[in-house]
């Protein structure tokens, strides 16, 4: 039990357990991997010792873990789990069934690189493979915002029918020890409510099938069925982060703009590299230099109104990567390019959990680089 | 503080390198600090180089940059002075505080360092005050008092619940005389 607001030092992974087992979710079905599993410890041991009363699952592969999750989640439990990388690709072919057959599953991913070559470190390929599966997907600088994602995502979740990922990089932010705030379990509670879904399997009054097989005169109806939630889901984002706002003190927005108003270069990127931007920038900053950040914190929906207002006046604009495609533009710097309508500058930088330094973010800040440049 | 006081913790897998490191983390938080303590990401491998990672601040940290010029270096196990190289190129200003039971003139004939070389012996103290070689929490009594990072009393409070449940009030007590004696040798 959490009383009143706490102020502690906990991993990020550690966090985004302690939120869950404050959600207290009835079903948690998961399967371990680096650098999820201490989110799933954490949850884990608070149930064995009877602080949480969640059905914990324990299931033979990530495939089934999702399976698990979709059979609870359509019997209208409030449901939970959390991967990373290959889990995350083997539980790929389930991923769009969650978000077709409307089902509000909150996933963490400690975000790893995928294999191969076999690599237990941090980038985001994983989130970026699972882009298109229909789930909304939110990213996190550091263990406060990862904490406090969890219960944005959840509320967004249950608000518009789809599942969503919180992201957190994994080790960088799942395994550092760090300040944050807890929340109330009464403010929690006040934030997300009861859950009661409004269609479930085990409703015995009104039976309905989920899914089901869609033939040709259906399937495309049920497809842009998602595509509107996805829609819808950009708004509700805004009035659930004013709400926490005004819970927490921490008000959140779908994009952070860090000294752009009057910047001359602004790098764009996710996650946990942003923090280290941003002491750049401070640093820079205080040098006269005008340079600035724009942190992308909700990806899908992405915010392109949003960026192309942060972004119109800019003269130079870097995107920063964590992940590669291959025989096509990146993915974020595809998305700003898209918002900008303009030509910018993409980073290819920290694959398979590469080391980045401060100096190298000056370099990119200070001169034109060849794009895309790979930050080796 | 001017500026992020910066901590590397260098040690052997199994010695506890990230107990250490989280207990500094955890009396900073007490004295209303902003921290950030990570262990070397990756798999763990008993007996294997490990080293752990301390920022501490009194403002936010927003910084990912791996450390690499510390202001404190703790060497825990004294035969890894043999495989680390990088001790040349710590600044003038940083410590480098090493469990040894050599004096500083022996150290400094096996290693080039520039800055303020302090000795201890945490595993001595710890094998007769505890009967037991845990140098990883006796040798934050020697970072309390060289670096005034975080005060003696609130790292042995962090240590006292930590492991009060875990091992006992006596074997605690003993423990943090260990972590004293430490600090005052």
Redesign the interface.
């Known amino acids: 039990m959490i009383n009143k607001n706490k102020?502690?030092?906990l991993t990020g992974g550690f966090a985004v357990g302690e939120a869950m087992t404050q959600i207290n979710p009835d079903v948690m079905a998961v399967y371990p991997i680096t650098?999820q599993t201490p989110i799933v410890e954490y949850l884990a041991r608070k149930v064995a010792n009877g602080k949480a009363d969640t059905e914990m699952i324990q299931v033979e592969s990530e495939h089934s873990a999702m399976s698990a999750c979709i059979g609870a989640s359509a019997s209208g439990a409030r449901t939970m789990t959390a991967s990373a990388s290959q889990g995350i690709m083997y539980m790929m072919e389930v991923l769009p069934v969650a978000s077709a057959m409307r089902l509000p599953i909150v996933m963490a991913v400690a975000n790893r690189a995928i294999s191969g070559p076999l690599n237990?470190?941090?980038d985001h390929s994983d989130a970026m493979a699972m882009r298109d599966t229909g789930w909304i997907q939110i990213f996190s600088?550091?263990a406060q915002e990862a904490y406090d994602n969890t219960f944005i995502a959840l509320k967004l979740a249950e608000k518009v029918l789809l599942p969503a990922t919180v992201n957190l990089d994994g080790?960088?932010l799942s395994?550092?020890?760090?300040?944050l705030e807890l929340l109330a379990d009464g403010l929690i509670y006040k934030f997300i409510g009861e859950y009661q879904p409004e269609q479930h399997l085990l409703d015995f009054e009104k039976p309905k099938t989920f899914g089901a097989i869609a033939l040709p005169d259906s399937y495309f109806e049920f497809r842009k069925q998602i595509y509107d939630a996805m829609e819808k889901a950009r708004a509700e984002f805004n009035e659930i982060t004013k709400e926490f706002g005004e819970l927490s003190g921490r008000k959140y927005e779908q994009i952070e703009a860090c000294e752009t108003e009057n910047a001359e270069t602004v790098i764009v990127a996710m996650g946990?590299?942003c923090?280290?931007i941003?002491?750049v920038v401070d640093k820079m900053r205080a040098e006269g230099k005008k340079v600035g950040l724009l942190k992308i914190r909700l990806f899908r929906p992405f915010p392109y109104g949003e960026v192309q207002k942060a972004l119109k006046r800019i003269k130079r604009v870097v995107v920063m990567d964590r992940n590669m495609t291959f025989g096509s533009q990146q993915v974020l710097a595809s998305e700003v390019q898209k918002a900008l309508g303009a030509e910018l500058e993409s980073v290819i930088y920290g694959l398979g959990?590469r080391?980045?330094?401060?100096r190298q973010i000056e370099e990119i800040f200070e001169g034109k680089k060849d794009s895309p440049y790979f930050l080796m | 503080m001017k500026k992020i006081l910066e901590i590397i913790i260098y040690g052997r897998g199994g010695q506890g390198a990230k107990t250490t490191a989280e207990i500094i983390a955890q009396g900073a938080l007490l004295e209303r600090k902003f921290v950030q303590a990570y262990p070397e990401f990756g798999p763990e491998r008993s007996g294997a180089p490990v080293k752990t990672f301390v920022r501490i601040f009194d403002k936010p940290i927003r910084t990912r940059e791996p450390i690499t010029n510390p202001d404190c270096f703790m060497v825990l196990d004294e035969t890894l002075l043999e495989i680390f190289e990088g001790f040349e190129n710590l600044s003038e200003d940083s410590s480098l505080i090493i469990n040894t039971c050599k004096t500083k003139e022996a150290i400094l004939k096996e290693i080039n360092f520039k800055g303020n070389l302090v000795v201890v012996d945490a595993s001595g103290i710890s094998k007769e005050v505890v009967g037991e070689n845990r140098p990883n929490t006796v040798i934050l009594g020697k970072f309390s008092k060289v670096t005034e990072a975080v005060e003696l009393e609130n790292l042995v409070k962090v240590f006292r619940n930590k492991y009060q449940e875990k091992i006992g009030s006596e074997k605690t007590n003993q423990n943090i005389n260990a972590i004293k004696v430490a600090y005052e040798k």
């Open positions: 102020k502690v030092a650098p237990i470190h941090c600088e550091n080790f960088i395994h550092s020890v760090e300040n946990s590299t923090g280290t941003a002491s959990g080391d980045i330094y401060e």
